[in-house]
Protein backbone atom coordinates (compact mmCIF):
# COMPACT_ATOMS: atom_id res chain seq x y z
CA UNK A 1 0.00 0.00 0.00
CA UNK A 2 2.78 2.52 0.86
CA UNK A 3 3.69 2.11 -3.08
CA UNK A 4 0.64 3.11 -4.15
CA UNK A 5 0.16 6.12 -1.96
CA UNK A 6 3.53 7.63 -2.22
CA UNK A 7 2.79 7.09 -6.54
CA UNK A 8 -0.07 9.18 -6.27
CA UNK A 9 1.11 11.79 -3.83
CA UNK A 10 2.43 14.03 -6.50
CA UNK A 11 -0.78 14.11 -8.24
CA UNK A 12 -2.41 14.77 -5.54
CA UNK A 13 -0.45 17.58 -3.95
CA UNK A 14 -1.83 19.96 -6.33
CA UNK A 15 -0.20 22.66 -8.34
CA UNK A 16 0.99 24.68 -5.18
CA UNK A 17 2.61 21.81 -3.47
CA UNK A 18 6.21 21.46 -3.68
CA UNK A 19 7.51 17.83 -3.78
CA UNK A 20 10.76 16.62 -2.99
CA UNK A 21 11.20 16.10 -6.51
CA UNK A 22 10.58 19.58 -7.43
CA UNK A 23 13.44 20.60 -5.17
CA UNK A 24 15.79 17.41 -6.40
CA UNK A 25 14.78 16.55 -9.91
CA UNK A 26 18.26 14.77 -10.11
CA UNK A 27 17.35 12.31 -6.70
CA UNK A 28 13.77 12.07 -8.42
CA UNK A 29 14.83 11.08 -11.50
CA UNK A 30 17.68 8.30 -10.11
CA UNK A 31 15.33 7.34 -7.77
CA UNK A 32 12.41 6.54 -10.47
CA UNK A 33 14.94 4.81 -12.59
CA UNK A 34 15.51 2.53 -9.75
CA UNK A 35 11.68 1.60 -9.51
CA UNK A 36 11.42 0.85 -13.14
CA UNK A 37 14.34 -1.32 -12.68
CA UNK A 38 12.55 -2.84 -9.41
CA UNK A 39 9.51 -3.23 -11.80
CA UNK A 40 11.20 -4.91 -14.75
CA UNK A 41 12.54 -7.02 -12.18
CA UNK A 42 9.71 -8.49 -10.26
CA UNK A 43 7.06 -8.66 -13.65
CA UNK A 44 10.34 -10.62 -15.41
CA UNK A 45 10.11 -13.00 -12.07
CA UNK A 46 6.39 -12.63 -11.61
CA UNK A 47 5.97 -14.03 -15.31
CA UNK A 48 8.68 -17.13 -15.11
CA UNK A 49 8.56 -18.43 -11.42
CA UNK A 50 5.01 -19.41 -11.47
CA UNK A 51 5.42 -21.48 -14.52
CA UNK A 52 8.41 -22.99 -13.46
CA UNK A 53 6.65 -23.57 -9.81
CA UNK A 54 4.08 -25.18 -10.85
CA UNK A 55 5.69 -27.09 -13.55
CA UNK A 56 8.47 -28.49 -10.97
CA UNK A 57 5.65 -28.77 -8.05
CA UNK A 58 3.71 -31.30 -11.26
CA UNK A 59 6.68 -33.28 -12.11
CA UNK A 60 7.51 -34.46 -8.82
CA UNK A 61 8.11 -37.66 -8.10
CA UNK A 62 5.34 -39.08 -5.43
CA UNK A 63 2.05 -37.78 -4.41
CA UNK A 64 0.54 -35.30 -7.02
CA UNK A 65 -1.49 -32.74 -5.43
CA UNK A 66 -5.09 -31.76 -6.52
CA UNK A 67 -4.67 -28.66 -8.86
CA UNK A 68 -8.44 -27.69 -7.85
CA UNK A 69 -7.47 -27.31 -3.83
CA UNK A 70 -4.70 -25.43 -4.99
CA UNK A 71 -6.96 -22.58 -6.66
CA UNK A 72 -8.88 -22.85 -3.96
CA UNK A 73 -6.20 -21.69 -1.71
CA UNK A 74 -4.92 -19.03 -3.90
CA UNK A 75 -8.41 -17.34 -4.02
CA UNK A 76 -8.86 -17.33 -0.24
CA UNK A 77 -5.32 -16.29 0.97
CA UNK A 78 -5.78 -13.69 -2.14
CA UNK A 79 -9.41 -12.59 -0.45
CA UNK A 80 -8.03 -12.36 3.08
CA UNK A 81 -5.24 -10.31 2.17
CA UNK A 82 -7.16 -7.72 0.07
CA UNK A 83 -9.65 -7.64 3.68
CA UNK A 84 -6.76 -6.95 5.40
CA UNK A 85 -5.18 -4.00 3.57
CA UNK A 86 -9.13 -2.98 3.18
CA UNK A 87 -8.98 -2.78 7.12
CA UNK A 88 -5.55 -0.97 7.21
CA UNK A 89 -7.21 1.42 5.20
CA UNK A 90 -9.99 1.88 8.00
CA UNK A 91 -7.15 2.32 9.97
CA UNK A 92 -8.16 -0.59 11.89
CA UNK A 93 -12.02 0.38 12.70
CA UNK A 94 -13.89 -2.82 12.40
CA UNK A 95 -16.94 -0.61 12.62
CA UNK A 96 -15.88 1.09 9.46
CA UNK A 97 -14.80 -2.08 7.58
CA UNK A 98 -17.99 -3.52 8.14
CA UNK A 99 -20.33 -0.18 6.97
CA UNK A 100 -17.85 0.05 3.80
CA UNK A 101 -18.03 -3.40 2.52
CA UNK A 102 -21.86 -3.78 3.43
CA UNK A 103 -22.72 -0.68 1.34
CA UNK A 104 -19.50 -1.72 -1.15
CA UNK A 105 -21.16 -5.57 -1.31
CA UNK A 106 -24.35 -5.95 -0.38
CA UNK A 107 -26.50 -2.46 -1.04
CA UNK A 108 -24.51 -2.16 -4.14
CA UNK A 109 -25.38 -5.65 -5.14
CA UNK A 110 -25.71 -4.99 -9.10
CA UNK A 111 -21.83 -4.12 -9.01
CA UNK A 112 -20.95 -7.21 -7.30
CA UNK A 113 -22.93 -9.83 -9.53
CA UNK A 114 -21.34 -8.47 -12.42
CA UNK A 115 -18.08 -9.71 -11.12
CA UNK A 116 -19.34 -13.22 -11.43
CA UNK A 117 -19.04 -14.14 -14.66
CA UNK A 118 -15.46 -12.52 -14.86
CA UNK A 119 -15.00 -14.74 -11.85
CA UNK A 120 -15.77 -17.72 -13.34
CA UNK A 121 -13.93 -17.67 -16.29
CA UNK A 122 -10.71 -16.75 -14.11
CA UNK A 123 -11.53 -19.94 -12.12
CA UNK A 124 -11.29 -21.29 -15.24
CA UNK A 125 -8.42 -19.94 -16.95
CA UNK A 126 -6.53 -20.97 -13.58
CA UNK A 127 -7.68 -24.73 -13.38
CA UNK A 128 -6.81 -24.78 -16.98
CA UNK A 129 -3.23 -22.93 -16.79
CA UNK A 130 -2.21 -26.31 -14.37
CA UNK A 131 -3.45 -28.83 -17.42
CA UNK A 132 -1.17 -27.20 -19.68
CA UNK A 133 1.55 -26.30 -17.78
CA UNK A 134 1.38 -30.61 -16.49
CA UNK A 135 1.38 -31.73 -20.44
CA UNK A 136 3.70 -28.72 -21.98
CA UNK A 137 7.13 -28.04 -21.42
CA UNK A 138 7.68 -24.43 -19.19
CA UNK A 139 9.13 -22.85 -22.06
CA UNK A 140 6.79 -24.12 -24.41
CA UNK A 141 3.72 -23.22 -22.15
CA UNK A 142 5.31 -19.86 -21.64
CA UNK A 143 5.47 -19.03 -25.69
CA UNK A 144 2.56 -19.84 -26.42
CA UNK A 145 0.73 -18.09 -23.65
CA UNK A 146 1.62 -15.32 -25.22
CA UNK A 147 -1.24 -15.90 -27.88
CA UNK A 148 -3.48 -14.29 -24.59
CA UNK A 149 -2.34 -11.00 -26.56
CA UNK A 150 -4.16 -11.78 -29.54
CA UNK A 151 -6.72 -12.79 -28.19
CA UNK A 152 -7.23 -9.56 -26.10
CA UNK A 153 -6.61 -7.72 -28.85
CA UNK A 154 -8.94 -9.20 -30.96
CA UNK A 155 -11.93 -8.73 -28.50
CA UNK A 156 -11.07 -5.48 -27.59
CA UNK A 157 -11.54 -4.56 -31.57
CA UNK A 158 -14.75 -6.75 -31.48
CA UNK A 159 -16.30 -5.96 -28.52
CA UNK A 160 -15.37 -2.31 -27.43
CA UNK A 161 -14.29 -0.97 -31.15
CA UNK A 162 -10.70 -0.05 -30.37
CA UNK A 163 -8.45 0.35 -33.55
CA UNK A 164 -5.02 -1.18 -34.10
CA UNK A 165 -2.50 0.32 -35.83
CA UNK A 166 -0.54 -1.54 -38.68
CA UNK A 167 2.37 -2.51 -36.76
CA UNK A 168 0.47 -4.12 -33.92
CA UNK A 169 -1.51 -6.56 -36.90
CA UNK A 170 1.72 -6.95 -38.19
CA UNK A 171 2.82 -8.01 -34.87
CA UNK A 172 0.04 -10.01 -34.51
CA UNK A 173 0.30 -12.02 -37.15
CA UNK A 174 4.46 -12.15 -36.16
CA UNK A 175 3.14 -13.28 -32.94
CA UNK A 176 1.06 -16.29 -34.02
CA UNK A 177 3.71 -17.29 -36.80
CA UNK A 178 6.01 -17.67 -33.73
CA UNK A 179 3.46 -19.56 -31.69
CA UNK A 180 2.62 -21.91 -34.40
CA UNK A 181 6.60 -22.44 -35.15
CA UNK A 182 6.87 -23.52 -31.47
CA UNK A 183 4.06 -25.97 -31.50
CA UNK A 184 4.93 -27.46 -34.48
CA UNK A 185 8.20 -28.29 -33.28
CA UNK A 186 6.66 -29.29 -30.11
CA UNK A 187 4.35 -31.78 -32.14
CA UNK A 188 7.55 -33.21 -34.12
CA UNK A 189 8.82 -34.26 -30.58
CA UNK A 190 11.50 -31.71 -29.25
CA UNK A 191 13.11 -33.75 -27.12
CA UNK A 192 11.91 -37.03 -24.56
CA UNK A 193 8.89 -36.56 -22.68
CA UNK A 194 7.14 -37.95 -19.74
CA UNK A 195 4.48 -40.85 -20.47
CA UNK A 196 1.55 -39.13 -18.51
CA UNK A 197 2.14 -35.83 -20.41
CA UNK A 198 -0.70 -35.11 -23.54
CA UNK A 199 0.94 -32.38 -25.67
CA UNK A 200 -2.53 -32.15 -27.32
CA UNK A 201 -4.05 -32.05 -24.28
CA UNK A 202 -1.58 -29.47 -22.94
CA UNK A 203 -2.27 -27.54 -26.25
CA UNK A 204 -6.02 -27.40 -26.11
CA UNK A 205 -5.61 -26.18 -22.01
CA UNK A 206 -3.32 -23.08 -23.12
CA UNK A 207 -5.49 -21.79 -26.10
CA UNK A 208 -8.49 -22.44 -23.87
CA UNK A 209 -6.81 -20.29 -21.07
CA UNK A 210 -6.07 -17.88 -23.71
CA UNK A 211 -9.40 -17.36 -24.84
CA UNK A 212 -11.16 -16.79 -21.72
CA UNK A 213 -8.05 -14.78 -20.36
CA UNK A 214 -8.75 -12.63 -23.27
CA UNK A 215 -12.74 -12.37 -23.26
CA UNK A 216 -12.71 -12.02 -19.29
CA UNK A 217 -10.33 -9.03 -19.48
CA UNK A 218 -12.14 -7.00 -22.21
CA UNK A 219 -15.47 -8.23 -20.62
CA UNK A 220 -14.71 -6.84 -17.63
CA UNK A 221 -13.54 -3.23 -18.63
CA UNK A 222 -16.84 -2.72 -20.67
CA UNK A 223 -18.74 -3.60 -17.39
CA UNK A 224 -16.85 -1.75 -14.86
CA UNK A 225 -15.88 1.25 -16.97
CA UNK A 226 -16.55 4.42 -14.82
CA UNK A 227 -17.52 2.28 -11.59
CA UNK A 228 -15.87 3.10 -8.21
CA UNK A 229 -13.71 0.68 -6.33
CA UNK A 230 -10.47 0.22 -5.32
CA UNK A 231 -7.90 -2.57 -6.25
CA UNK A 232 -8.26 -4.05 -3.08
CA UNK A 233 -12.20 -3.87 -3.02
CA UNK A 234 -12.40 -5.24 -6.49
CA UNK A 235 -10.12 -8.38 -5.94
CA UNK A 236 -11.94 -9.27 -2.78
CA UNK A 237 -15.10 -9.28 -4.33
CA UNK A 238 -13.86 -11.32 -6.83
CA UNK A 239 -11.98 -13.62 -4.23
CA UNK A 240 -15.45 -14.35 -2.99
CA UNK A 241 -16.58 -15.32 -6.10
CA UNK A 242 -13.77 -17.13 -7.13
CA UNK A 243 -13.57 -19.35 -3.86
CA UNK A 244 -17.17 -20.07 -4.02
CA UNK A 245 -16.94 -21.13 -7.95
CA UNK A 246 -13.34 -22.66 -7.04
CA UNK A 247 -15.38 -25.26 -4.39
CA UNK A 248 -17.92 -25.92 -7.46
CA UNK A 249 -15.25 -27.02 -9.60
CA UNK A 250 -13.14 -29.04 -7.18
CA UNK A 251 -16.67 -31.02 -6.12
CA UNK A 252 -17.43 -31.69 -9.81
CA UNK A 253 -14.09 -32.69 -10.80
CA UNK A 254 -12.15 -34.05 -8.12
CA UNK A 255 -14.65 -34.14 -5.03
CA UNK A 256 -14.82 -37.85 -4.77
CA UNK A 257 -10.90 -37.70 -4.51
CA UNK A 258 -10.78 -35.01 -2.36
CA UNK A 259 -13.09 -36.56 0.17
CA UNK A 260 -11.17 -39.74 0.33
CA UNK A 261 -7.57 -38.11 0.14
CA UNK A 262 -8.42 -34.87 1.97
CA UNK A 263 -7.95 -31.74 1.11
CA UNK A 264 -4.48 -30.93 1.52
CA UNK A 265 -3.17 -34.49 -0.48
CA UNK A 266 -0.17 -33.98 -1.91
CA UNK A 267 0.85 -30.47 -0.35
CA UNK A 268 4.96 -29.91 0.04
CA UNK A 269 6.58 -26.88 -0.24
CA UNK A 270 6.62 -26.60 -3.01
CA UNK A 271 3.14 -26.82 -3.53
CA UNK A 272 2.63 -23.96 -0.94
CA UNK A 273 5.30 -21.51 -2.79
CA UNK A 274 3.01 -22.27 -5.71
CA UNK A 275 -0.01 -21.22 -4.17
CA UNK A 276 1.72 -18.41 -2.34
CA UNK A 277 3.09 -17.13 -6.19
CA UNK A 278 -0.69 -17.37 -7.82
CA UNK A 279 -1.92 -15.42 -4.42
CA UNK A 280 0.36 -12.71 -3.97
CA UNK A 281 2.65 -12.57 -7.31
CA UNK A 282 -0.50 -10.95 -8.94
CA UNK A 283 -1.21 -8.34 -6.39
CA UNK A 284 2.50 -7.55 -6.01
CA UNK A 285 2.46 -7.03 -9.70
CA UNK A 286 -0.60 -4.83 -9.31
CA UNK A 287 1.53 -2.62 -7.39
CA UNK A 288 4.78 -1.87 -9.52
CA UNK A 289 3.45 -2.17 -12.49
CA UNK A 290 2.62 1.24 -12.42
CA UNK A 291 6.04 2.33 -12.61
CA UNK A 292 6.83 0.42 -15.39
CA UNK A 293 5.24 1.62 -19.50
CA UNK A 294 4.15 -1.07 -22.40
CA UNK A 295 8.05 -0.74 -23.57
CA UNK A 296 9.10 -2.42 -20.22
CA UNK A 297 6.25 -4.28 -19.97
CA UNK A 298 7.08 -6.24 -22.92
CA UNK A 299 11.10 -6.04 -22.16
CA UNK A 300 9.73 -8.25 -18.95
CA UNK A 301 7.65 -10.09 -21.07
CA UNK A 302 10.74 -10.89 -23.67
CA UNK A 303 12.90 -12.11 -20.84
CA UNK A 304 10.91 -14.14 -19.00
CA UNK A 305 10.13 -16.48 -21.82
CA UNK A 306 14.03 -16.07 -21.97
CA UNK A 307 14.27 -16.73 -18.33
CA UNK A 308 11.64 -19.98 -18.94
CA UNK A 309 13.81 -21.55 -21.55
CA UNK A 310 17.03 -21.46 -19.54
CA UNK A 311 15.76 -22.84 -16.41
CA UNK A 312 13.71 -25.30 -18.14
CA UNK A 313 17.25 -26.62 -19.49
CA UNK A 314 18.58 -26.55 -16.45
CA UNK A 315 16.03 -28.01 -14.23
CA UNK A 316 13.87 -30.33 -16.70
CA UNK A 317 16.48 -31.53 -19.28
CA UNK A 318 14.76 -28.77 -21.81
CA UNK A 319 16.25 -29.29 -25.16
CA UNK A 320 16.21 -26.01 -27.40
CA UNK A 321 16.53 -26.54 -31.30
CA UNK A 322 16.62 -24.13 -34.13
CA UNK A 323 12.84 -24.53 -35.11
CA UNK A 324 12.03 -23.58 -31.20
CA UNK A 325 14.90 -20.44 -30.99
CA UNK A 326 13.35 -19.07 -34.54
CA UNK A 327 9.89 -19.84 -32.99
CA UNK A 328 10.58 -18.00 -29.23
CA UNK A 329 12.62 -15.40 -31.20
CA UNK A 330 9.47 -14.49 -33.37
CA UNK A 331 7.47 -14.02 -30.42
CA UNK A 332 9.73 -12.22 -28.76
CA UNK A 333 10.21 -9.88 -31.52
CA UNK A 334 6.14 -9.68 -31.71
CA UNK A 335 5.64 -8.57 -27.85
CA UNK A 336 8.13 -5.46 -28.50
CA UNK A 337 6.45 -4.54 -31.60
CA UNK A 338 2.94 -4.64 -29.66
CA UNK A 339 4.10 -2.71 -26.82
CA UNK A 340 5.13 -0.36 -28.64
CA UNK A 341 3.34 3.58 -28.24
CA UNK A 342 1.45 4.82 -31.29
CA UNK A 343 3.94 7.65 -31.39
CA UNK A 344 6.43 5.40 -32.13
CA UNK A 345 4.33 2.76 -34.24
CA UNK A 346 3.64 6.32 -36.05
CA UNK A 347 6.98 6.94 -36.23
CA UNK A 348 8.99 3.49 -37.89
CA UNK A 349 5.74 3.15 -40.55
CA UNK A 350 6.46 7.26 -41.53
CA UNK A 351 10.40 6.32 -41.61
CA UNK A 352 9.64 3.08 -43.82
CA UNK A 353 7.50 4.98 -46.02
CA UNK A 354 10.10 7.99 -46.36
CA UNK A 355 13.07 5.76 -47.41
CA UNK A 356 10.46 3.89 -50.08
CA UNK A 357 10.25 7.40 -51.40
CA UNK A 358 12.68 9.25 -54.03
CA UNK A 359 13.18 11.72 -51.57
CA UNK A 360 13.13 12.72 -48.10
CA UNK A 361 10.53 15.07 -47.71
CA UNK A 362 10.77 17.20 -44.70
CA UNK A 363 8.03 19.68 -43.33
CA UNK A 364 9.67 23.17 -42.27
CA UNK A 365 7.98 24.91 -40.02
CA UNK A 366 6.47 28.92 -41.00
CA UNK A 367 9.02 30.91 -38.95
CA UNK A 368 7.07 32.82 -36.02
CA UNK A 369 4.59 30.49 -35.69
CA UNK A 370 4.24 27.71 -32.72
CA UNK A 371 4.48 24.80 -33.67
CA UNK A 372 1.63 22.20 -33.59
CA UNK A 373 0.80 20.11 -30.54
CA UNK A 374 1.65 17.02 -30.05
CA UNK A 375 -0.75 14.42 -29.95
CA UNK A 376 -0.74 11.82 -26.75
CA UNK A 377 0.09 8.18 -27.92
CA UNK A 378 -1.10 6.82 -24.69
CA UNK A 379 -5.12 5.37 -25.21
CA UNK A 380 -5.48 3.92 -21.43
CA UNK A 381 -6.85 0.95 -23.93
CA UNK A 382 -6.18 -2.65 -24.02
CA UNK A 383 -4.43 -2.46 -27.40
CA UNK A 384 -1.79 -0.22 -25.69
CA UNK A 385 -1.79 -1.95 -22.21
CA UNK A 386 -1.19 -5.57 -23.17
CA UNK A 387 0.95 -6.75 -20.62
CA UNK A 388 -0.89 -5.88 -17.40
CA UNK A 389 -1.02 -9.07 -15.02
CA UNK A 390 -4.53 -10.38 -14.52
CA UNK A 391 -5.07 -8.20 -11.39
CA UNK A 392 -4.64 -5.00 -12.67
CA UNK A 393 -6.59 -5.89 -15.68
CA UNK A 394 -9.68 -6.72 -13.61
CA UNK A 395 -9.96 -3.45 -12.17
CA UNK A 396 -9.52 -1.37 -15.42
CA UNK A 397 -11.33 1.44 -15.30
CA UNK A 398 -12.29 0.99 -11.46
Not at 215 to 222: I, L, R
Not at 331 to 355: D, Q
Request: proline share 5%.
Amino acid sequence: MAAVGSGGSTAAAGPGAVSAGALEPGTASAAHRRLKYISLAVLVVQNASLILSIRYARTLPGDRFFATTAVVMAEVLKGLTCLLLLFAQKRGNVKHLALFLHEAVLVQYVDTLKLAVPSLIYTLQNNLQYVAISNLPAATFQVTYQLKILTTALFSVLMLNRSLSRLQWASLLLLFTGVAIVQAQQAGGGGPRPLDQNPGAGLAAVVASCLSSGFAGVYFEKILKGSSGSVWLRNLQLGLFGTALGLVGLWWAEGTAVARRGFFFGYTPAVWGVVLNQAFGGLLVAVVVKYADNILKGFATSLSIVLSTVASIRLFGFHVDPLFALGAGLVIGAVYLYSLPRGAAKAIASTSASTSTSGPCTHQQPPGQPPPPKLSSHRGDLSTEPFLPKLLTKVKGS
